[in-house]
């Protein structure tokens, strides 16, 4: 057993492996294999073979720069949807308390008391002051 961990030990290395771009795609490999259970389609399992054939080949690929790459481009098409999802996340949390806005010229979102009417904030990050109103 300790001779099939270190070939594969041997055979792994200098590869890339798994990153997020391979765990989604697994995730939507197992998805539409799922899928191809109830919908027979060939094009459907085609597809379903294209994607996990890709994984395989981002796995085991020795280009490291360029999964790499690949990657970053992942992350920074996610960012404002995980930016979106942890600032609803929180808009719920505390929703007595608190309200949010953001800054017209940074975007930065900035907390401020639910207490009605309009008030002048100002962005902590690029000190704008900008007025703001408070309804609901």
């Known amino acids: 057993m300790n001779k099939i961990k270190e070939k594969l030990r041997q055979f792994m290395s200098g590869r890339y492996g798994m990153d997020r771009l391979n765990k989604i ?5 197992f998805a539409l294999i799922i899928l191809g259970i109830f919908i027979q389609n060939p094009v459907l399992n085609a597809l379903t073979l294209a994607i996990l054939s890709w994984v395989m080949f981002r796995s085991y690929s020795r280009n490291i720069s360029k999964r790499t790459i690949e ?30 806005r953001s800054c017209p010229n940074c975007r930065v979102v900035i907390r401020t ?13 690029c000190g704008t002051q900008f007025e703001t109103r408070i309804i609901i």
């Not at 999802?85 to 007595?96: D, N, Q, R, V, Y």
């Not at 639910?114 to 990050?125: T, W």
């Open 25 to 29: 795609l697994m995730a939507l490999t």
């Open 71 to 100: 990657n970053e481009r992942l992350s920074r098409l996610l960012k404002p949807l995980r930016r979106n999802l942890s600032l609803l996340k929180l808009k719920i949390k505390e929703a007595g308390k608190n309200r949010f």
């Open 113 to 125: 008391s639910k207490l009605r009417g309009k008030r002048l904030l100002s962005c902590p990050k």
